[in-house]
Structures are given as structure tokens and as C-alpha cells.
């Protein structure tokens, strides 16, 4: 079956660096786009950053700049590097794929960016 573990995420300070881990299981990984997500306090699950199979990169725009989404098709591996993080970015985060025939999403990697 289809599982996602996301990790990496922790508490840091404004403008430090962070980079998230997602493990993808039961589908072919290279096959499919993949996005990162973010849900934070309050706030509905948003899309991010999105690549896809080939390495075609897009972001929000708030993120723009500051994140870089990326993946290893052989190891089913996405990650993302979080530059000059700001308090905007606390959040959980989560990877899927944008078009998917699942409802299965992991357990998040927490971020917390606070002085």
C-alpha cells in the first residue's frame, strides 16, 4: 500500500536551515509529480512546492527563493532544503503526489521557527 514517511523537521531559529525528508512506498515513485505541503496553526493544508518526474521544479511564492524541492527516483526519495526560515514557515509538513488515486497521506514532519 501506498505510505509516506516525512522527517527531519525540529525547532529552529529565523533564518536558520532545514531539510525535509519524505520515504514513498507502494506506487511508482518516478512516475508521478510530487509535492511538499504545509499545514500551519489554524490554517488549511496548502501545496508548496511541486517537481515532477523529470526534475520540473515550481513554488509558491512564498517560498520562492527560499526552498528547493528535490528527489532520487532510485532511492523513492523527495526532499526539501528550507533556507532563511521565518515564524510564516511553522507549519507540518507533508509530501503526496498532486495527482494520486489514494487517500493516504503520513504523519507530517513538525517544523517550529521561533526566537
Known amino acids: 500500500q501506498v505510505q509516506f514517511v516525512e522527517s527531519g523537521g525540529g525547532l529552529v531559529q529565523p533564518g536558520d536551515s532545514l531539510t525535509l525528508f519524505c520515504e514513498a512506498s507502494?506506487?511508482?515513485?518516478?512516475?508521478?509529480?510530487m509535492s511538499w505541503y504545509r499545514q500551519g496553526p489554524g490554517k488549511e493544508r496548502e501545496s508548496i512546492a511541486e517537481?515532477?518526474?523529470?526534475?520540473?521544479?515550481t513554488y509558491v511564492d512564498s517560498v520562492k527563493g527560499r526552498f528547493i524541492i528535490s528527489r532520487d527516483n532510485f532511492k523513492n526519495m523527495l526532499y526539501l532544503q528550507m533556507n532563511d526560515l521565518k515564524p510564516a514557515d511553522t507549519a507540518v509538513y507533508y509530501c503526496?503526489?498532486?495527482?494520486?488515486?489514494?487517500?493516504?497521506w503520513g504523519r507530517g514532519a513538525q517544523v517550529t521557527v521561533s526566537s
Open positions: 517537481i515532477s518526474g523529470g526534475g520540473t521544479t
Open positions: 507502494g506506487f511508482t515513485f518516478s512516475d508521478y509529480a
Open positions: 503526496n503526489a498532486p495527482v494520486r488515486s489514494w487517500n493516504t
